[in-house]
């Protein structure tokens, strides 16, 4: 299977994520955070559709929009997870830091075209945001959702360290030409984010499930107490 193919499945893959996260938040539990999943979600999906178009429109959309929305994506899914979990908003730091990577990925593209230089940067972005939220998840484990905790605890932890193997891979490699045609690394990193994103969203879905079941145990609670 080639990378495009592979790229096209994993953003089908994360738009159909976002769309069941925001079907359970519209139709059962608004809750804080979740809408930042399914934007983190559908961030990522835009992303990789214009990873498709490389080639085809300019190196500012394909390549440094691109990068800016997939860091975006893994920014307001860590972000969502803080305020699901009742951690205080960060959305300042959600919101700057992603940022960082538009320079790098200009200068890369448009002034001295590096390949693996831009799967360096984009990969460490990717494994920053998902170490902090393998971070938040289990920093304290004694609060609600432990199975989603502990579940979606792992998910991350596996895919910081697979963009962290990446970059290195990418560092000691430092392969050339087109980024559709750069080789196993990229092919399995692909790979592994299609399969990142199916437990992605039944994580999330576990997650809603298990606090939905606290709160309906603490109201069945209070109505016996209240009897």
Not at 122 to 150: H, K, M
Not at 151 to 159: K, P, Q, T, W
Request: net charge positive; hydrophobic share 55%.
């Amino acid at each position: 299977m080639d990378i495009l193919t592979l790229v096209i499945i994993t953003a089908v893959i994360s738009l159909s994520c976002s769309i069941s996260v925001f079907l359970m938040y519209k139709l059962k539990f608004q809750e804080s955070g979740i809408l930042s999943w399914v934007l983190g979600s559908f961030s990522i999906s835009c992303a990789l559709f214009l990873f498709t178009l490389r080639g085809r429109v300019p190196d500012l959309i394909s390549i440094v929009t691109a990068n800016l929305l997939i860091t975006y994506g893994f920014a307001f899914i860590w972000h969502g997870m803080r305020r699901f979990i009742g951690r205080i908003s960060m959305l300042k730091t959600t919101l700057t830091v992603p940022v960082l990577i538009v320079p790098v990925m200009y200068w890369f593209s448009a002034v001295d075209p590096v390949l693996w230089i831009r799967i360096i940067a984009a990969s460490l972005f990717i494994a920053i945001f998902s170490g902090a939220t393998f971070f938040e998840l289990y920093r304290d484990r004694s609060l609600n959702e432990p199975v989603a905790r502990n579940y979606l605890g792992i998910l991350f932890f596996l895919n910081t360290s697979v963009f962290i193997l990446r970059a290195l891979i990418t560092s000691i490699q430092q392969g050339t030409g087109a980024f559709l045609f750069s080789g196993h690394i990229t092919t399995f990193t692909f790979i592994w984010t299609a399969v990142f994103f199916v437990g992605l969203t039944s994580g999330m879905v576990l997650m809603i499930s298990e606090r939905l079941r606290a709160q309906q145990r603490q109201t069945a609670l209070a109505l016996k107490e209240s009897n």
